[in-house]
């Protein structure tokens, strides 16, 4: 299984740019996937020294990454491109909306209105 995981908000409560306090649960979680053998992509918009900063963080909080904010080989090469969009099973993200949950969200900003 491949799991994407957002980084602020996620992983990190802190407020971008920092960085902590660590969701533990969510942390404990992943470690306990990556040792059943399920692969981690770090997804998230931090880029450049925040970015790094984020991944050092996680690496402190023992989460090493098959990759960060990119595909896993393995997946490039299965569809022979390396989409923007990243490949996984889940993507784990405080901002996510599934298919379902969305009707939430639509009677938040909708009202009782059904569009």
Do not use: H
């Not at 602020?8 to 470690?31: C, E, H, K, Q």
């Not at 990759?67 to 996984?88: F, H, Q, W």
């Amino acid at each position: 299984m491949i799991l994407a995981v957002d980084f602020d908000g996620t992983l990190s409560y802190g407020i971008w740019p920092a960085v902590g306090p660590a969701n533990d649960r969510l942390i404990r979680f992943l470690l306990w996937r990556q040792e059943e053998g399920d692969r981690l992509i770090l997804w998230t918009c931090r880029a450049g020294e925040a970015l790094e900063t984020a991944v050092e963080w996680c690496r402190e909080q023992g989460l090493v990454f098959d990759a960060v904010n990119d595909n896993l080989p393995e997946t490039i090469e299965m569809y022979g491109v390396n989409s923007r969009k990243i490949t996984c099973d889940y993507y784990i993200d405080d901002r996510a909306v599934s298919g379902e949950d969305f009707r939430e969200l639509e009677k938040e900003l909708c009202g009782l209105r059904v569009v």
